[in-house]
T-cell receptor, first 115, second 114 residues
């Protein structure tokens, strides 16, 4: 199956700093990438959808200035958490899809801890 | 809008016993249905999906699910579980047409003990 690599798997940052998470499709070109947030023992909540070369579409309630998403190429999307605060601590997961394919493939997730 | 309900937050079961994880969905339009498994601190892996055709779908690791349109259910089953099946299981739906984002249930933690 298609492989989606997410990096880093874990990151600890100080409050007020920014952190970037990368999501790469290793063996396919992902026209669409999705970013999810997962709180402990809860489901995945879609944060935004990004299409290569265009601006991301954010879900209601997600601050676009705080969670910057860039999808500059067909194999890479990045999520930058700006001016992170402890409440931003969470598990972030990306997924990628080829065109209008039915299946999306998931990265292994990034555990962000803001101290 | 679509919604997914997984009523059981946790299902404890003994090794080699059968298990059923329940999933019900709500949607005014036709949807595809999925089951994903998540191991601790990892992303999601697709177990199986229902697109069309036979309502009994077989997936990886010996899991299967049955789509019941009248009951809007898509329950996941395995006849004999292993310790290694201990994980979080998510049911999800996606519209067939229009904006095609996955909508997830709240998850069911399957706990297999010896």
């Amino acid at each position: 199956g298609a492989v989606v690599s997410q990096h880093p798997s874990r990151v600890i940052c100080k409050s007020g700093t920014s952190v970037k998470i990368e999501c790469r499709s290793l063996d396919f070109q992902a026209t669409t990438m999705f970013w999810y947030r997962q709180f402990p023992k809860q489901s995945l909540m879609l944060m935004a959808t990004s299409n290569e070369g265009s601006k991301a579409t954010y879900e209601q309630g997600v601050e676009k200035d705080k969670f910057l998403i860039n999808h500059a190429s067909l194999t890479l999307s990045t999520l930058t958490v700006t001016s992170a605060h402890p409440e931003d601590s969470s598990f972030y997961i990306c997924s990628a899809r080829i065109g209008q394919d039915i299946e999306a493939f998931f990265g292994q997730g990034t555990r962000l801890t803001v101290v | 809008a679509q919604s997914v309900t997984q009523l059981d937050s946790q299902v404890p079961v003994f090794e080699e016993a059968p298990v059923e994880l329940r999933c019900n969905y709500s949607s005014s339009v036709s949807v595809y249905l999925f089951w994903y498994v998540q191991y601790p601190n990892q992303g999601l892996q697709l177990l199986l999906k229902y697109l069309s055709g036979s309502t009994l779908v077989k997936g990886i690791n010996g899991f299967e699910a049955e789509f019941n349109k009248s009951q809007t259910s898509f329950h996941l089953r395995k006849p004999s579980v292993h310790i290694s099946d201990t994980a979080e299981y998510f049911c999800a739906v996606r519209r067939i047409t229009g904006f095609q984002k996955l909508v997830f249930g709240t998850g069911t933690r399957l706990l297999v003990s010896p």
